[in-house]
Nanobody, 120 residues
Framework: QVQLVESGGGLVQTGGSLRLSCAAS????????MGWHRQAPGKQRELVAV???????TYANSIKGRFTISRDNAKNTVYLQMNSLKAEDTAVYYC??????????????WGQGTQVTVSS
């Protein structure tokens, strides 16, 4: 099994910043990609940003220029620096580990989610 532990969510005012962290632990050989997704009330879960083990990144158009994803491969940890936050960024943010290479299988894992609330 693989556990993803998220931290860093909370309440912030419009224009403020937050930094999310997600650490993966458990039994695996490699994690191909780690990323962040979010789900606002009444909406579907959507990709925010993802980075692979080589450092390539993909961002949702809605957060480009404001959010930065980074990864520490040695610590199996992914970060999301969120700046210039807007009310529409309010959501539960989920960490994801995609393509986790384990004995006899490759799986995806999700964190429990952390609430980000941006007040105007």
């Amino acid at each position: 099994q693989v556990q993803l532990v998220e931290s860093g969510g909370g309440l912030v005012q419009t224009g403020g910043s937050l930094r999310l962290s997600c650490a993966a632990s458990g039994s695996f050989f490699k994690i191909n990609a780690m990323g962040w997704h979010r789900q606002a009330p009444g909406k579907q879960r959507e990709l925010v940003a993802v980075t692979d083990s080589g450092g390539s990144t993909t961002y949702a158009n809605s957060i480009k220029g404001r959010f930065t994803i980074s990864r520490d491969n040695a610590k199996n940890t992914v970060y999301l620096q969120m700046n210039s936050l807007k009310a529409e960024d309010t959501a539960v943010y989920y960490c994801a580990a995609h393509g986790v290479v384990q004995v006899g299988a490759v799986n995806d894992y999700w964190g429990q989610g952390t609430q980000v609330t941006v007040s105007s």
